[in-house]
T-cell receptor, first 113, second 113 residues
Framework: SQTIHQWPATLVQPVGSPLSLECTVE??????LYWYRQAAGRGLQLLFY??????ISSEVPQNLSASRPQDRQFILSSKKLLLSDSGFYLC????????????FGEGSRLTVL | AQSVTQLGSHVSVSEGALVLLRCNYS??????LFWYVQYPNQGLQLLLK??????LVKGINGFEAEFKKSETSFHLTKPSAHMSDAAEYFC???????????FGAGTRLTVKP
């Protein structure tokens, strides 16, 4: 069966520090991969999605970036965090070309102080 | 692009009462519609989905939803609420072979004893 792992689960970072969140999917090949952000009291905002290694589409201009160095690995990064980057970050995957159903990781809560 | 609107950011019901969470969608092509549930500090879990075929779809935990094209709606219902149903619920829409799933702002369901 397929599983998705996301880490770290919680982190507190000072403004201006770097960020790296990792997401790994197991049990499937060539998935679509996604990063969403969920701010307090708000819905989910799509940040990035990837249809293959090295292929990244950005939905919202910001100081975050994403990379897909391997087929089932998706990384969210920042060189310098802002206060507004605080939130709950969710990684998700889907099967290419099917119904589009997303499978989510457990999330990473980022607090920028 | 497709979109969804969830009516009511907070819904409160008594245990044993009917649960009704409202979702209206907008899409220029046939939509695929989803309801997800999120418990505190966790990822999203799929409750049910509509792609094609029967317009009344049943999901996990006794939830069901009906796709009504004429009303552009996909409301979520459960005949009798349990305390364990307290969570945040998200309606989402995508289309065939589309990498972009759009989420509503979410509805927080509270169940009173």
């Amino acid at each position: 069966s397929q599983t998705i792992h996301q880490w770290p689960a919680t982190l507190v970072q000072p403004v201006g520090s770097p960020l790296s969140l990792e997401c790994t999917v197991e049990g499937t090949s060539n998935p679509n991969l996604y990063w969403y952000r969920q701010a307090a009291g708000r819905g989910l905002q799509l940040l990035f999605y990837s249809v293959g290694i090295g292929q990244i589409s950005s939905e919202v201009p910001q100081n975050l970036s994403a990379s897909r160095p391997q087929d089932r690995q998706f990384i969210l990064s920042s060189k310098k965090l802002l206060l507004s980057d605080s939130g709950f970050y969710l990684c998700a995957w889907s099967v290419v070309g099917v119904t589009g159903e997303l499978f989510f990781g457990e999330g990473s809560r980022l607090t920028v102080l | 692009a497709q979109s969804v609107t969830q009516l009511g950011s907070h819904v409160s019901v008594s245990e044993g009462a009917l649960v009704l969470l409202r979702c209206n969608y907008s899409s220029s092509v046939p939509p695929y519609l989803f309801w997800y549930v999120q418990y505190p500090n966790q990822g999203l879990q799929l409750l049910l989905k509509y792609t094609t075929g029967a317009t009344l779809v049943k999901g996990i935990n006794g939830f069901e939803a009906e796709f009504k094209k004429s009303e552009t709606s996909f409301h979520l219902t459960k005949p009798s609420a349990h305390m364990s149903d307290a969570a945040e619920y998200f309606c989402a829409v995508t289309t065939y072979n589309n990498n972009d799933m759009r989420f509503g702002a979410g509805t927080r369901l509270t169940v009173k004893p």
